[in-house]
C-alpha cells in the first residue's frame, strides 16, 4: 500500500520577508488555448498581446519600500516562441522597460530590474504587461493558490544572502518544476540535500512530500506534458521518468514504478538501448539511473544489466569524432556537439548509475569512461570554474544549468571516492562560480533557455533566464559536496569541503 501525505497548499516553508507581493488585474474569464493546463488548479493570467486586450495590471499597497528592485513574475504554460513583455506605469504608461521571455517552460521566472526612481513610480502607479513581441497571450501565475515566490513581485535588488535562499527555495514547493527530466533535477536535489545536511532533513523530507503529493495521488500520476497538455497514468517520453527514483525510494512497488518499467520495455530497440525515436544523452541519466534504482530495489539481474545497456549503446552512439553530440537522430545525423547540458546528463547518468550498481554488476567500466569525461571536461573549465555552452565555443557564452550538472557530478565521484584530488578541486571552483550566479532570492540565472528554440539558438549566447533544472543542479551539487569532507583511501578520492549553512 503506497503512503503520500496530502499535498501543501502552500509553500511548507516561510515566505521571504523580501518579497513585495502586487495584486493583479486582468480577464477572469480567460483559458490557455490549444488544450493547455495550468498546473495544480494554480490562479493565472494571460498577459495579452497589445492591442488586443487589456493589459494585465499589477498593483501595491501604498506602504511598500521602493528601493531598487527586480519586477519577477512566473510563467504558467508552456511556450513556444521569441515574446517580448513591455512594462508600461498604469497611470502615466511610461515605459520601464522590457523583458525577453524566449521559450519559456512553466514555473520559469523572469525579472526587469528597476532602478530606485523606477521601482517608486512602479509602486505609485502600478504596472501595466502587454505582449509586444509574439503572436499570443504568455500566461503567468497570479496567486493566492501558488507560492509567494510564483507571483507577480518586486524583490528588492540588494537584499538576501544567495545561499541561504537557495535552500529555501528547494527546500519548499518554490522549487517545483514540470514532472520530467525537470523536475526530477529538484528531486534528486532534495534527496541529496536531504541525506547532506541531517539538521535539516525533516524539513527537506516534507518538501519532498510535498513535491511527489502534486503529481501523485491513490497510485495514479497527474501531469502536464512539456506542451503543458494533461496526461494521466503514462509516461509522454524517456524524459519523463527520472522522478522514478524519488517515486521508487519511498514505495518501490508503486503504479507509477511498474508503469515506468512496462515503458522502458515497450521503447527498448534491438541493443536494448530505450528511446523515442532519436537516440539522446538525456537517457543516461532520466533511463540509466531510475533503471538501475528500481533494479536494486526489486533485485532484478535484468533491470541491472539493462540499466548498463543504456549507458554502453549511448557511448557507442553518440560519441564522434572525440566529442559528445546530445542525440543520433533516426537519420544517423548527430546534433549538439559538444552541448554543455549533454555532458551533464552523460556524466550524470554514468556517476549515478555506477553508484547505484557498485557491489552489484560490474561498473569498473562505467567509472573509468566516467573519469575520462570528467578530466576531458577539466581541461575546458573556464577561470571561473563554469564551462560554456557548448564546452569547446567561447562565443556560446558561459551556461550555468550544464555547469551545475557537471559540478553535480564531479562531486557525486568525489563523495563515492572515484575521482582523485584535481577533480574534487574542479568542483569546488564550479561551485564557487555557481554561487556568483545566484541571484538574491536564491535562483541560478545565467542558464541557456529549454533547447525548444534549436541547436542554432543555444549557439547565440542567451544565457540569461533562469534555470529550474539547473537550480536543482545546483542544489545536488552543493548537497553532495558537504557530504565530502573526508578522504577516500579506497579508490585514492580526494578530499572536498564546501561549507553551506542554511
Known sequence: MSVWLPPCPVSPTTPSPHFALATCTSDPEAQPSGGRRVPFGWTAAPVPVAGERPPVRLAWSSGTRAPAAVLRFTVACDDREEKRVTVRTAVTGTELGTVDVRFADPHQRFGLYLESSKAE???????????????????????????????????????????????????????????????????????????????????????????????????????????????????????????????????????????????????????????????????????????AFVARRWKSPELAALARAQLLTRRERLFSGGALHLRLLPDSTRIYRDWARAYAWYLLGLVRTARVLDGHEETEDLWREAREVAAMLLDLQTPDGLWFCFVNEPSSGVETSGSAGIAAALALGCETGRFGDEIGQAARRAWGGLVNRLTPDGWLSGSSQANKGGEAFQRSGGTACISGCGHGADGAARGSARTVGRPCARHGGGRLSLEFHP
Open 121 to 291: 513610480v512602479a509602486v505609485r502607479e502600478g504596472v501595466a504587461l502587454e505582449v509586444t513581441r509574439g503572436t499570443s497571450p504568455l500566461w503567468i501565475f497570479i496567486g493566492p493558490d501558488s507560492p509567494v515566490s510564483h507571483r507577480p513581485c518586486l524583490l528588492p535588488a540588494a537584499e538576501g544572502d544567495p545561499t541561504a535562499e537557495l535552500f529555501t527555495r528547494l527546500a519548499s514547493l518554490d522549487s517545483i518544476q514540470p514532472f520530467g527530466w525537470m523536475e526530477g533535477c529538484v528531486l534528486d536535489a532534495l534527496s541529496e540535500m536531504e541525506r547532506s545536511f541531517p539538521q535539516q532533513a525533516d524539513r527537506i523530507g516534507i518538501a519532498l512530500t510535498a513535491h511527489l503529493g502534486r503529481y501523485i495521488s491513490d497510485g495514479d500520476i497527474h501531469y502536464e506534458d512539456p506542451r503543458s497538455k494533461p496526461v494521466v497514468n503514462r509516461y509522454y517520453g524517456i524524459e519523463a521518468t527520472l522522478p522514478v527514483v524519488a517515486i521508487a525510494d519511498r514505495d518501490h512497488d508503486h503504479p507509477a514504478v511498474r508503469r515506468a518499467v512496462e515503458d522502458w520495455r515497450a521503447r527498448a530497440d534491438d541493443e536494448g538501448c530505450v528511446r523515442d525515436a532519436p537516440t539522446t544523452a538525456e537517457g543516461c541519466y532520466t533511463v540509466a539511473y531510475p533503471m
